[in-house]
């Protein structure tokens, strides 16, 4: 498990501005820091997929590197992942896409919830890295109904999983219901509250980058 917090970097600066109050209500901001982050956790990601070596042409001779034998598959969670899913393309800018509309879908006495997954659309997955993003890792229980869901489009021989904000059960919660999978995370926050948000975490991620919704 990586987490951005565990050391000094400039993650820590773009994870501050995203929790601060104060801040919060410049969305432009907001989106931008996701994506900044996700910019840095694709980086870091790309450091151990599997690469190649190949000869690179210049005006004076050759050069040899080492580059990616294959791109990902970025499969994001809708609608609080998009600036976060769009750091991951700037980077991994030939990679396929998959979306999953994905939410809660709250009981009447607001303390248990159902997700409800009404979108998908996603390529081959056979044999591809998949990283799976949602910027709140708060139950888990999104990101594994998500999981299952995709692999009736192929099983990846590898999938990792990035959020910035973690929650303790959340994270016990994966690797109990997907110990394949490998987590990215910005930071591990305390605590679930009674109403499974992350304390102190940044609030609804998807509000703060584009809006409230009805």
Same mark, same amino acid.
């Given at each position: 498990?990586?987490?951005?917090t565990?050391?000094?970097?400039?993650a820590?600066?773009?994870i501050?501005?995203?929790?601060?109050?104060?801040?919060q209500?410049?969305r432009?901001?907001?989106r931008?820091?996701?994506?900044?982050l996700?910019?840095?956790?694709a980086y #870091?990601?790309?450091?151990?997929?599997?690469?190649?070596v +190949?000869? +690179?042409?210049?005006?004076?001779g050759?050069?040899?590197?080492q580059l990616?034998?294959?791109?990902?598959?970025?499969?994001?969670i809708?609608?609080?992942?998009?600036?976060?899913h769009?750091?991951?393309l700037?980077?991994?800018?030939?990679a396929e896409?998959a979306?999953?509309?994905?939410y809660?879908g709250? !009981?009447a006495n607001d303390d #248990?919830?159902?997700i409800?997954m009404?979108?998908?659309?996603s390529?081959?997955?056979s044999?591809?890295?998949?990283?799976?993003?949602?910027?709140?890792l708060?139950?888990g229980?999104s990101?594994e109904?998500?999981?299952?869901?995709?692999?009736?489009?192929?099983?990846p021989a590898?999938?990792?999983?990035?959020?910035?904000?973690?929650?303790?059960?959340g994270?016990r919660y994966?690797?109990e219901?997907?110990?394949?999978?490998?987590?990215?995370?910005?930071?591990?926050?305390?605590?679930?509250? #009674? !109403?499974?948000?992350i304390?102190?975490?940044?609030g609804d991620a998807?509000?703060?980058a584009?809006? #409230?919704k009805?």
């Amino acid at each position: 498990m990586f987490v951005f917090t565990d050391q000094p970097s400039l993650a820590n600066q773009f994870i501050a501005e995203l929790r601060d109050v104060s801040l919060q209500k410049d969305r432009l901001r907001f989106r931008r820091n996701l994506e900044r982050l996700g910019e840095l956790m694709a980086y #870091e990601i790309s450091k151990i997929l599997p690469h190649q070596v +190949v000869r +690179v042409q210049t005006p004076l001779g050759t050069s040899t590197t080492q580059l990616l034998l294959q791109q990902p598959v970025l499969a994001t969670i809708l609608r609080a992942s998009l600036p976060f899913h769009q750091g991951f393309l700037n980077y991994f800018d030939k990679a396929e896409n998959a979306f999953i509309g994905a939410y809660r879908g709250y !009981h009447a006495n607001d303390d #248990e919830f159902e997700i409800a997954m009404d979108y998908m659309a996603s390529p081959d997955l056979s044999g591809k890295t998949v990283i799976l993003m949602d910027p709140m890792l708060a139950t888990g229980r999104s990101l594994e109904k998500v999981y299952h869901a995709l692999l009736r489009y192929g099983i990846p021989a590898q999938t990792h999983i990035a959020a910035v904000i973690a929650s303790p059960e959340g994270i016990r919660y994966v690797r109990e219901q997907m110990p394949q999978c490998h987590l990215w995370l910005g930071a591990i926050d305390d605590r679930l509250d #009674e !109403h499974f948000y992350i304390v102190p975490g940044l609030g609804d991620a998807g509000d703060l980058a584009f809006g #409230e919704k009805l």
